[in-house]
């Protein structure tokens, strides 16, 4: 190796660690900014609880011991300060504005009404002299013409009966003068509309502004108004005392044309009343009482109540407590939130930390810790509602009924129970936040949930979710008859619907898990046990293929499936996992089942026709294959990965060999690394274990003799050279692990190879007295075959 050479492979090797220094810092990134996303939320979610750390206790809650004023207090008295707002608020009467112009318009429009009929009658009077027409169709016209004239002039339509009168008096400047009067009379008046005077209050001061002067006139109440709609009854009553002597007709046509033509001088100001309002509330002062130095506040056992709640409230700020900012709460309980997830992060099972499992676990862990949280602080609102619709039970007796195991159950079912325990020590912790520090309703999360997970961890049916809810809720149940005991419960029907509403509590939690699971499954593309079953039917699309299409293959994976299966069950992974992925493991061969030797026949090997490195190629292709099948029949990311792993970076040997002893010296020098699979190793124990029996029910084909002691040495000269090539260097299978493995598949091998007995040709006579041959079940070893690919 020249000089060159060496500076470009430290070259290389710079750069790889410079990108792998890279990513784990893109990692780091991620996992700070989900601590805060996260961490931010929950803190929100607790302080919506309004009681978080703060100095007053929850009403309804009860007193741990006799408090006492230690000095005297002055506190704010609501109730008295409330009643006081409600009686200032009702004395503020509303605001009216004073339209001085309505009138002198109504008597200008009046005037011109009377001036322009005048004029049109007296024409009418010339004309009939002249042409004698009196009697006439044009003299009907003319009066018609008047009318409507008169009509526009004044904008408003009378009767026929004050037309009538008005045309005999021929529009007499009396008449005129009678209404003009009357109108000016009535303008003196507060006239306001109906609907004004019944959209408001009618027992405060009326405030009356006059937008042409600076003087305001205020009124008792708004009974001292004047109704429009009562202003003709007013009219027929005082119209006489108004106008004085005047002929009977010219009274009764004022009085009727004046309450045609009067209108509301009073418009309701709707923002000044409002803002009157305002300005007396900005001056009034509250109202306070004395509590004096050594007065009991509230006594032990009792309730808080709301009075007692505030004098608390003070007195604790006296001491210099309960007076923080919602900032501050806010940064103390995000940095005790975070510091838990840190410490349990870093202290936590391997399985938490994954980086290549970090997009889905971490992510869907902080994103489980805010459901959780949602839901404790739903069921706690709702606990409330139950208690002021039932306020004879115990407050606190619905609080049992909220479902904590929702949270650990999931973490169990998706991910492992180790995860969950971490989960439930964090989710319970931060449920003291929303119970004033009750120890008892964190050992009902913590002990429930606790119980819950590792009953849900490994199920194998739905109903399994139902029996850990169950579980959970007979938990929650014990814990409550010892708290019972401990504080000397005697009221047995509140204890007996406490106990109600713990079962309650943990069957609710199953029903939500079941009901959410599918949809975080979906979301999240995690593969349940549930969905494992459900792959594991034979009758399943891509195993009914396999039977037709490959059939050897089918066998082949079948043989896997039982080798890993009770390999799983060995080192303590998961058997239901590891089988179903043996079965799916070479689905990719469906594509070219012909080129793989289990499914030859008569043969007739198509690798023969072509170049090794093209056979690697198709080799290697149903790995890449396989996993499009899978993403197509959507088998889940966990059993695609374990597709994608089942070979690592192994090589195909045979091609290999085949390449290096062709006489052709270009396909010789082909690398060695166009002859391996892309990978990446197994990264979990399932994947371990597939490839170990994959490679090893392979290589058990070629036993012309398979007895226990050449099978032992088949299975671990295999496993020694896979560990040797670095295959299972990135998965979590132990030496120990190894050994174990090694000896399940040596005794599975020696139950699928057994040696039967060679049974003689004996001659027997039958029922019709011929001797034939009976019992022949010879054992011959199978023929050495071709390495399988």
Not at 482 to 494: D, I, T, Y
Request: glycine fraction near 8%.
């Amino acid at each position: 190796m020249n000089m060159s050479e060496v500076i470009s492979r430290i070259r290389k090797s710079l750069k790889v660690s410079g990108a792998s220094q890279l990513k784990a810092g893109l990692s780091m990134l991620q996992k700070v900014l989900l601590l805060l996303i996260v961490g931010s939320i929950v803190t929100a979610i607790i302080l919506s609880h309004g009681a978080v750390l703060s100095g007053k206790p929850p009403v309804g809650s009860i007193a741990k011991k006799d408090i006492r004023s230690d000095r005297e207090l002055t506190v704010l008295d609501r109730a008295a300060t409330e009643k006081k707002k409600t009686e200032l608020i009702a004395s503020a009467g509303p605001v009216f504005d004073f339209d001085e112009g309505i009138a002198p318009d109504q008597i200008t429009r009046l005037s011109n009404a009377f001036r322009i009929a005048e004029i049109a009658v007296r024409q009418i009077d010339r004309e009939s002299q002249q042409a004698a027409v009196g009697k006439g169709q044009g003299r009907q016209s003319a009066v018609k013409k008047i009318r409507n004239d008169f009509e526009s002039a004044l904008g408003i339509q009378i009767t026929d009966r004050e037309f009538e009168t008005l045309l005999k008096n021929s529009f007499s400047p009396g008449i005129l003068n009678a209404i003009s009067n009357l109108l000016q009379a009535t303008s003196k008046l507060n006239l306001a509309a109906r609907g004004d005077l019944t959209s408001v209050n009618g027992t405060g001061q009326i405030l009356i502004r006059h937008p042409g002067s600076y003087q305001d006139v205020s009124l008792p109440n708004i009974y001292a108004l004047f109704p429009i709609d009562d202003l003709p009854l007013f009219l027929n009553r005082n119209a006489s005392t108004i106008l004085g002597p005047v002929p009977g007709d010219v009274l009764d046509i004022a009085v009727s044309m004046v309450g045609h033509m009067a209108r509301p001088n009073l418009k309701f100001n709707r923002e000044a009343t409002e803002t009157r309002k305002r300005n007396l509330l900005e001056q009034m002062k509250p109202v306070y009482y004395k509590v004096m130095k050594n007065e009991i506040i509230v006594r032990e056992g009792q309730p808080v109540t709301p009075k007692a709640a505030d004098e608390i409230e003070v007195l604790a700020l006296a001491h210099g407590g309960g007076g923080l900012s919602r900032a501050v709460l806010f940064l103390g309980i995000f940095f005790i939130v975070c510091l838990m997830a840190v410490v349990l992060y870093r202290t936590s099972a391997d399985g938490i930390r994954n980086l290549e499992a970090f997009p889905v676990n971490l992510l869907f862990l902080g994103t489980l810790l805010i459901i959780q949280m949602i839901i404790v602080r739903a069921g706690i609102l709702l606990a409330e509602a139950a208690h002021r619709g039932f306020p004879s039970f115990p407050h606190d007796a619905f609080y049992y009924a909220v479902p904590f195991a929702v949270g650990p159950v999931l973490a169990a079912v998706f991910i492992n129970r180790n995860t969950a325990f971490v989960f439930t020590v964090c989710s319970s912790f931060l449920v003291l936040f929303f119970f004033d520090e009750k120890i008892t309703f964190f050992l009902l999360s913590f002990l429930g949930s606790t119980a819950a997970a590792h009953q849900s961890a490994s199920l194998s049916q739905r109903s399994a979710i139902y029996r850990a809810g169950v579980l959970s809720g007979l938990i929650s149940c014990l814990v409550i008859i010892g708290a019972a005991l401990l504080s000397g419960e005697s009221h047995f029907p509140h204890f007996f619907l406490k106990l109600v509403c713990g079962l309650s509590g943990g069957a609710l939690a199953g029903v939500i898990v079941s009901g959410i699971a599918p949809f975080l499954e979906s979301l999240f593309g995690y593969t349940t046990n549930i969905k494992l079953l459900e792959l594991a039917n034979l009758n399943q699309p891509l195993l009914q293929r396999m039977i037709v299409e490959s059939p050897g293959t089918y066998h082949h994976s079948l043989v896997v499936a039982s080798l890993v299966e009770a390999a799983a069950e060995a080192i303590s992974a998961n058997p239901l996992l590891a089988k179903v992925s043996a079965y799916y493991h070479d689905i990719g061969k469906l594509n070219k089942p012909l080129y793989f030797i289990e499914n030859q026949q008569n043969w007739k090997n198509k690798h023969d026709k072509l170049s090794p490195r093209m056979s690697s190629l198709v080799i290697i292709s149903h790995v890449k294959e396989g996993c499009d099948l899978a993403r197509r029949h959507k088998l889940g990311k966990t059993i695609t990965d374990i597709i994608r792993q089942h070979h690592g970076t192994g090589i195909v040997g045979y091609f290999y060999e085949k390449a290096q002893r062709d006489k052709d010296p270009s396909i010789r020098s082909i690398p060695e690394s166009d002859f391996r699979y892309p990978g990446p190793r197994p990264q979990s124990k399932e994947a371990g274990l597939v490839l170990l029996g994959d490679v090893i029910e392979a290589s058990s084909r070629t036993l012309t003799d398979p007895t226990p002691s050449r099978i032992r040495n088949l299975v671990q000269t295999r496993i020694k050279q896979i560990y040797a090539d670095g295959q299972l260097d990135e998965c979590e299978l132990t030496l120990r692990d190894l050994n174990r493995i090694a000896g399940v598949f040596e005794r599975t091998l020696n139950a699928i190879f057994h040696q039967r007995v060679n049974y003689p040709e004996t001659a027997a006579v039958g029922a019709n007295g011929r001797k034939g041959s009976i019992g022949l079940y010879d054992f011959k070893p199978p023929e050495k075959v071709r390495g399988r690919h």
